[in-house]
């Protein structure tokens, strides 16, 4: 079974807007980490927010928010006021703590912002 | 520039030919990974190091691959006798806990 799941190979939203990119992860593991990463055309993988399993608020960072349903396994990122620059490839990750501290990462969504 | 450094950027091989990477992470991350991307894929988990010990091998990582983190600080990855099938972007992240900080990535072609 696949550890990430990102349902959506390709996104576009209009500027100023806000979009919700889909994640869903599939782990046995009590203790894990959500990520998100941002992969520009350049290739470089930027790190966006991050989000515990024992974490009882949502992470936020700026204009990324991540919103974790714990008991339906989804960590969605959630990108207000969408800027021309947030076009990228966007990457959910999860770190299985016990599995030592392996990472999985999704297949990406491809996110494009219309001026 | 503290941020995690990988060499070369590019290479361009024939195949069977050796060929290694070097991967300089940020210093005191004890954690040091090595992930292979394609192209329109995530990341493919390779191998991990905690300090100089190789923790954990992906099944990905043929007899071919080999890692090394000699002094738990910079770190090598070899593939020997290269495939047309090992073009890819090999990228390194380190993290001292929770997030993983990534390198610009060694983007190699196999002719």
């Known amino acids: 079974a696949q550890k990430i799941t990102q349902t959506q190979p390709g996104m576009f939203v209009q500027e100023k807007e806000a979009v919700t990119l889909d994640c869903t992860y599939d782990t046995s593991d009590p203790s894990y980490g959500l990520f998100w990463y941002k992969q520009p055309s350049s290739g470089e993988m930027i790190f966006l927010i991050y989000q515990g399993s024992y974490d009882q608020q949502n992470a936020t960072e700026g204009r990324y928010s991540l919103n974790f349903q714990k008991a339906r396994k989804s960590a969605n990122l959630v990108i207000s006021a969408s800027q021309l620059g947030d076009s990228a490839m966007y990457f959910c990750?999860?770190?299985?703590?016990?599995?030592?501290?392996?990472?999985?990462f999704g297949s990406g969504t491809k996110l494009n912002v219309k001026p | 520039d503290t941020g995690v450094s990988q060499d070369p950027r590019h290479k361009i091989t024939k195949r069977g030919q050796n060929v290694t990477f070097r991967c300089d992470p940020i210093?005191?991350?004890?954690?040091l990974y090595w992930y292979r991307q394609t192209l329109g894929q995530g990341p493919e988990f390779l191998t991990y190091f905690q300090n100089e010990a190789q923790l954990e091998k992906s099944r990905l990582l043929s007899d071919r691959f080999s890692a090394e983190r000699p002094k738990g600080s910079f770190s090598t990855l070899e593939i020997q006798r290269t495939e047309q099938g090992d073009s890819a972007m090999y990228l390194c992240?380190?993290?001292?806990?929770?997030?993983?900080?990534f390198g610009p990535g060694t983007r190699l072609l196999v002719l």
């Open positions: 990750a999860m770190r299985e703590v016990t599995a030592f501290n392996k990472f999985y």
């Open positions: 210093s005191e991350h004890n954690r």
């Open positions: 992240a380190s993290t001292p806990r929770e997030t993983q900080y």
